[in-house]
């Protein structure tokens, strides 16, 4: 009757809203109200706000507080798992629902240097490479591989005060330049479901569903037996989706904005029937 009663719960799970950035298009909290309502779970996969840069980390702090009380008083549950933008936020590194049937995580663990397109990884490359070469842990686990994470993660922490507009306005313009960071940009675009994909056959080679974040690139794809769904982000110039999880079903819906800015479930972009959770187990 446990099982029975998590299944009929209503999750919903959005990545990458990024509270507290200049380029987030959410500027206030309120704004989300909609995709949570009638949610009994919310799962917040990374990034949800900012910790890392100072000049946005009060701001990341205060409307995360507001984000908390926001599912409190629409009766959903808030999780959060952690991002390479939000590391201290009170969450793991990943989470497996309905017994290991779908795996969650930021998507920050699949790249060994977590964000080539980044000016710090470009700028850091050799002390990066250093890092990965030098860790001791066991990166076979998923533990050992997410204290590998956290550690580059810790070198590619901004140093100063980040190269935008006030308003954020610069924020498309930034990824091109210097050159390498469109290129990489690209590549990770191209690569992200090939890697995804390597990543969770390692990990949970008996998932049936792998959902992240991290490459602001939003997308469905089904490879083998699995399907992989990214979520995108709600940065300017990027697209998020939101995935639904209830009984047997999964849905992924755009994301449509509303004349008063409001953001709310939009069209499907595919459902999903997920296998009985209880046949799995047997
Ligand atoms: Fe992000």
Redesign the pocket.
Known sequence: MIGDAKITRRVVVLS?V?LGHSATQVGEVKFLGPLLEGADEVIFN??TCEQTVSAWREKGRAQLAELKLLCARLGAEARFLT?N?DPDVDGEGWMDLRGGQIFVTHGDMILSDVAPWSLECIERREKIREVVEEFKGDVSTLDGLHRRTQLVEEELRPSEEPRLGSKGRMYLWTALWPPMRPLNILRVWLTMFAKAERFTERFRPTSEVFLF??F?RPGIRRRGSRIYCNTG?F?RGARALMVELEGEWMTVRAIIRDKDGYFRPGDSCGSFRLRDQRSRSK
């Open positions: 990458d990024h990374g990034d991002g933008h974040g991290h602001h982000a940065m």
